[in-house]
Nanobody, 122 residues
Framework: QVQLVESGGGLVQAGGSLRLSCAASGRTFSTYNMGWFRQAPGKEREFVARINRIGSNTYYTDSVKGRITISRDNAKNTVYLQMNSLKPEDTGVYYC???????????????WGQGTQVTVSS
């Protein structure tokens, strides 16, 4: 069992930056691949980024490449999402999730946080 709690969301102007954090409980954090997803109003939840168990491999959706970086600190049981050059289309609720699989599909993630709101104004 893994419990995930996101933080760091907020309101920011276009071009600004935010750093999201996701703190995990339990001793098994390092055994999970981690992902970040987002959901805009009226839209389906979409994949943003993922990182493998030891932080050596990452993958991003095309729309965020070069602007967003995922990282993790297994000693702190935390995964991060550094978001720069934010755009209004980045607005949504951001969720972190844990998976035993290397996947971008939400259905393959075993545990989810409650989400944190990110709003980018134009």
């Amino acid at each position: 069992q893994v419990q995930l709690v996101e933080s760091g969301g907020g309101l920011v102007q276009a071009g600004g930056s935010l750093r999201l954090s996701c703190a995990a409980s339990g001793r098994t954090f390092s055994t999970y691949n981690m992902g970040w997803f987002r959901q805009a109003p009226g839209k389906e939840r979409e994949f943003v980024a993922r990182i493998n168990r030891i932080g050596s491999n990452t993958y991003y959706t095309d729309s965020v490449k070069g602007r967003i970086t995922i990282s993790r600190d297994n000693a702190k049981n935390t995964v991060y999402l550094q978001m720069n050059s934010l755009k209004p289309e980045d607005t949504g609720v951001y969720y972190c999730a844990a998976s035993t699989a290397w996947t971008i599909l939400p259905r393959d993630y075993n545990y989810w946080g409650q989400g944190t709101q990110v709003t980018v104004s134009s």
